[in-house]
């Protein structure tokens, strides 16, 4: 077996062949796979080398490195490669490992030249996680985002071990998550049963990017994808029931896939099949199923609930997540900070608006004064006529309410505020949720029922009335006074120890 | 089987029809109560799967107990499927025909007819005209498991001809929940029990931590399982996840379920029948008291008696300094008093407090690493750990008593537990930090971020969102570039590892480059009701806190002054 992925097993440092997740800044993530290059790589002497607007990163700086590491930007030619590439080469869109330019192959040979770090410029390599992947991978359609499948693979019980079934992989950001909420382990050969996702995708073009990225990030064996068209061909893999116990079902139409998910052969609608004994189900037969549809439009919901409560499901529940990302920054607002971006330099308190109005009175009052003295004669009148607004430039200097608290850094500064981000996420789909029992049939019943005698019921969990309690009370002490009795005649009897602390964890009410 | 069925002595949440949740152990040859919609026995419930919704039926002739009917989902959901607002509602062989013979007329809307009655209207001002002593002669017959009750009542409303076709349903569906005998049986799991603190037990134990939560708080904590213990690896290694959990528990079972740790292993069937059989002869576990009881314990011991001769699985015997615990896979606990808080781990049939539990151990026995903060940051003072009980000669030790011998290997056992759990804690590596405490996360942080590897998630939840504004702000970009930039002077000539345990200050309380990407969010989950023509979200839900959960990495900063690259200062500020 070949490595695992760093997605489950990630190990203390980056190795080449494996995903990484570069952090560029804040929100900006790239998933990149590192390589070790033995010689120059498209025109790169460094070998493989990542370019980014902060600098330029050669892998060999980012191998080997514990994850989380900052790494330094180095000094890379980028320019003259361009330029030589562009006179003989047209594909300038292939800009990793193609090492089969003539031109380059001289240079190939050429021992990787080490990496100079540059003055500035930085990046973190992260291990990959379903959210980090989720943030950064590339769209094919619309993404489940980690608030819609952190709570989906909760409710629907996804476990280590789970076997579950999703259609639609769509982008693959519920199926790295859910394969890491079933790993328990790779299986070792093809009889081991391990948690495993079984996942199906209509659309060619996205199945087969999938089938890539599965293989690259390590996760065959544990995910099983299959191009297929579940509305009409159903959930089997390879004709053998995957044996699922949760189901996720990103598809545009969720009821036209339900029917293959029951017990018995059901044809849409809820009507039994005509039997079928090679009919197989591809839900686990001992086990409750769990399914969660992801729909955005409430017609949707109302057609699939309706399929579902048709076929028998129960405990339908359709909620609706909706998730904040919460900006936090230190809102500073006072007379005494700069006009600069980020400040706000109006009063910060009532006490500092008078104290600045009575500031700036005085001062109008002295340049009226002036202006008096020199305009001369018409003094009086003209104070009058003088505006008592202060004009613009006359902003308050320092040391207005004491000097502004120079020891104090920035960052200490003002008030420290919330509020949610200024672009906000207030619909993405409505999740349904249901739940299938497991068949029970009469003979199951009476094999219980024979295990299971009923009609020695001696003491009683939860509420009772008045009377059962009083009932209650009589035989404990009735029992006591036996088992004192049987103890004396050294009967191996039960003594009543356990029943009051039995007694108190069961009572909920 | 643990998951699929219920197990005797096992727990589980029974829902009610009025959806109030309880939890309660099935323990065998008992009564189980549910209050004004009945008891019946406990065995009808042992090895039947979860999730059937059962009918309590009337008692048999000759029985003493009442029988249980599995209402199929298609029953359950017969009147969610009507659609009220058409005109065609009620075909006529829906009709409710009471069991004693009694002439009763209901007509619907349309004038079709729903039920048919001839008693007449007794009491013009009341609307109800069913007194309460009928009522209550009517829930003792109990016939046909409330439903004939319910048909009574709404045929005894005087207004029911005005009522709309909505709230004719509405009528129904309220009185269904006040009346009819039914009951659902559902696995204890952590969404449940987490449902259930919320929303019926004290949410304040669990800090009021909704399940969108514990949802966000293990993915972005990565809990996943650690994989299998590698040959030949003596210290820890693969998955270890930190935590800090003021939630009795919930915190560390929801981790342990995600990892595969928190249902013990299902023993095989036969096991599982000897097991019982065992149990039913152990005196300890059997509140048998009279004849009738040890008779049925014994025909039950009987049957199972050739198996019940073979012996238990015989617990390993160890070295009482052997290593106890898991080194993969495992959840340390870090708490604040002398024992942990996890008394919810009850229902996953671990008790925290036994230190001997009997041998098919739970997982988490050998998974659960618990340590205090003391033992963390200064274990020289915590007794349990820098003690040791000195070695006993054996010969001395065979001439002491009992009592004597079994606390001197109790003690030792807990002295080398201790050790190995402080020693594998402070070496650090963990692969992801979860918390959900009630202490200042900044402090949680400042100590727990060097012992994680890097690149390891951090998730901390909060009720409120003050401490997180805070902990976030120590990350802030002002603070991180000034560090870098602009660094203390405590800071001055330190060694990477020395700035990793800074110790804080008020400027920077926790290294602020130890952890990058610290954000902020809250997810809440509304509730729709879907009904045909009459979807809408619930008109009220739970309030008190939606709760917040800090994210970020740690992060292992470069040695040496670093500057960024890039557009940053755009704007200079004009002078003036």
């Known amino acids: 077996m070949t490595k695992p992925s760093t997605f489950l097993v990630p190990g203390e440092k980056t190795s080449a062949g494996t995903l990484a997740i570069i952090s560029l800044s804040r929100d900006n993530f790239l998933p990149l796979t590192l390589e070790k290059s033995t010689g120059a790589v498209d025109g790169y002497l460094e070998g493989a080398t990542l370019n980014t607007r902060f600098g330029s990163y050669p892998h060999s700086t980012l191998l080997d490195v514990p994850w989380g590491s900052q790494v330094r930007a180095s000094n890379v030619d980028t320019g003259s490669r361009g330029k030589k590439r562009r006179r003989d080469a047209t594909d300038e869109d292939t800009p990793i490992a193609s090492q089969d330019d003539d031109e380059d192959s001289t240079a190939a040979n050429a021992p990787v030249k080490k990496a100079v770090t540059a003055p500035s410029g930085f990046i973190y390599v992260l291990r990959p996680t379903p959210e980090l992947w989720t943030t950064s991978l590339p769209h094919r359609t619309q993404v489940v985002y980690t608030p819609d499948y952190s709570y989906i693979l909760h409710r629907i019980r996804a476990r280590p071990g789970t076997r579950i079934i999703e259609a639609g992989a769509g982008s693959g950001s519920f199926t790295h998550a859910s394969v890491r909420a079933v790993y328990n382990g790779y299986p070792r ?30 996760l065959d064996g544990l995910v099983q994808l299959t191009h297929r068209d579940v509305y009409n061909d159903g959930f089997l893999v390879d004709g053998k029931s995957p044996k699922a116990t949760a189901v996720f079902l990103d598809v545009p139409a969720p009821w036209e896939a339900v029917h293959h998910l029951s017990r018995r052969k059901m044809k849409k609608g809820g009507e039994e099949a005509e039997e079928d004994s090679n009919w197989v189900s591809p839900l686990d037969p001992k086990q409750s199923v769990h399914i969660c549809t992801f729909s955005p439009c409430i017609e949707q919901v109302d057609r699939t609930v309706t399929e579902l409560r048709t076929l028998g499901w129960v405990d339908v529940d359709m909620v609706e997540i909706s998730n904040q990302k919460i900006n936090i920054s230190r809102e500073r607002v006072g007379v005494n900070f700069p006009s600069e971006k980020g400040y706000n330099s109006s009063p910060a308190d009532v006490a500092e ?157 | 089987m643990s998951r699929n069925t219920v197990q005797p002595n096992g727990w589980v949440a029974i829902r009610l029809p009025s959806e109030v949740t309880r939890v309660l152990q099935v323990v065998p040859n008992t009564t189980i109560s549910l209050g004004k919609y009945g008891s019946f026995p406990s065995n009808l419930l042992i090895e039947r799967p979860f999730h059937l919704t059962y009918e309590i039926q009337d008692k048999l002739e000759g029985e003493s107990f009442p029988r249980l009917r599995v209402v199929p989902g298609k029953e359950l959901n017969a009147d969610k499927l009507a659609d009220v607002s058409a005109t065609e509602s009620a075909d006529a062989d829906e009709v409710i025909e009471p069991a004693n013979g009694e002439e009763l007329t209901l007509v619907d809307e349309s004038g079709k007819v729903v039920a048919r009655s001839t008693r007449e209207v007794i009491d013009e001002s009341a609307r109800q005209t069913l007194t309460m002593a009928e009522i209550d002669q009517l829930k003792k017959e109990g016939a046909s498991a409330g439903k004939e009750l319910i048909a009574k009542l709404m045929l005894s409303h005087t207004a029911i001809d005005q009522k709309t076709a909505y709230s004719l349903a509405k009528y129904k569906l309220l009185k269904e929940k006040k009346y009819m005998r039914r009951f659902t049986v559902l696995p204890l799991d952590v969404a449940m029990l987490g449902h259930w603190m919320l929303f019926e037990r004290d949410a304040s134990k669990v800090m009021e931590m909704r399940q969108e939560m514990i949802g966000l708080l293990g993915c972005w904590a990565d809990v996943h399982f650690g994989g299998l213990p590698i040959d030949g690896e003596q210290g820890p290694h693969g998955g270890r996840w930190l935590a800090v959990d003021d939630t009795g528990g919930l915190l560390v079972a929801a981790m342990a379920e995600r990892m595969g740790i928190l249902h013990a292993e299902p023993l095989e069937a036969e096991e599982t029948a000897k097991q019982v059989a065992e149990e039913e002869e152990n005196p300890k576990t059997q509140p048998a008291n009279d004849e009738a009881e040890a008779e049925a314990a014994e025909s039950l011991a009987v049957s199972a008696s050739p198996k019940a001769q073979r012996s238990r699985p015989k617990r390993p015997r160890k070295d009482d300094l052997d290593d106890h615990y898991a080194l993969t896979n495992s959840i340390t606990l870090i708490h604040a008093n002398s024992q942990p808080n996890l008394s919810l781990l009850r229902h ?50 065979a001439s002491w008593k009992t009592n004597r011998r079994a606390n001197y290997h109790r003690k030792r056992r807990r002295w080398a537990r201790t050790r190995q759990i402080v020693d594998a804690t402070r070496t650090g590596g963990f692969s992801g930090l979860a918390v959900a405490s009630t202490m200042d996360p900044i402090s949680v942080l400042r100590h727990a971020l060097p012992l994680l590897a890097g690149g390891a998630p951090v998730a901390i939840y909060s009720p409120t969102i003050e401490p997180l504004t805070q902990l976030a702000d120590c990350f802030s970009i002002g603070r991180r570039g000034a560090w ?32 990058i990407g610290a954000q902020v969010q809250t997810s809440r989950a509304r509730r729709w009701q879907v009904l045909p023509g009459r979807t809408h979200p619930f008109m009220t839900e739970r309030g008190g806190a939606s709760g917040y959960v800090f994210t970020g990495w740690r992060a292992i900063p470069a040695e040496g002054n670093i500057t960024a690259r890039g557009k940053f200062n755009r704007k200079k500020p004009r002078t003036g």
């Open chain 2, 348 to 397: 996953f049939d671990y008790d925290y407090s036994d230190p001997n539990p009997p041998y098919p151990y739970h997982p988490l026995f050998t998974n659960l690493l618990p340590i205090s903060w003391l033992q963390l940051l200064d274990p020289e003072s915590d007794p349990t750990y820098s003690e040791p009980v000195p070695e006993v000669e054996s010969d001395v030790l």
């Open chain 1, 189 to 218: 050969d093809a009889a081991d049963t391990k948690g495993k996702v079984f996942s199906f995708e209509f659309n060619e073009s996205r199945y087969h990017k999938m089938q890539a990225e599965i293989g690259e990030h390590g």
């Open chain 2, 484 to 515: 870098v930039s602009n660094p203390p002077a405590e800071a001055e000539g330190k060694t990477a590892v020395e700035l990793e345990n800074w110790p804080g200050t008020t400027e920077f309380p926790i290294n602020p480059a130890l952890l």
């Open chain 1, 353 to 509: 608006a008078v104290t600045k109005l009575k500031s700036l009175a005085e001062r109008n009052k002295d340049t009226q004064r002036v202006q008096g003295l020199q305009s001369g004669t018409e003094g009086l009148d003209s104070e009058m006529d003088v505006d008592s607004t202060p004009s613009r430039d006359n902003r308050p200097s320092n040391g207005l309410n004491g000097t502004a608290d120079d020891a104090e850094r920035p960052f200490m500064q003002g008030r420290l505020v919330h509020r949610p981000e200024s672009d906000l996420k207030t619909h993405t789909s409505y999740l349904v949720f249901a739940v299938l029992p497991c068949e029970w049939s009469e003979e199951d019943e009476a094999a219980a029922m024979a295990k299971w005698p009923c009609g020695n019921e001696k003491k009683t969990i939860g509420n009772l009335d008045k009377q059962a309690r009083k009932e209650e009370k009589r035989k404990m002490l009735e029992g006591k006074a036996k088992s004192k009795k049987q103890k004396k005649g050294n009967d191996t009897q039960p003594s009543q120890v356990v029943v009051s602390a039995m007694a108190t964890p069961t009572d909920t009410a």
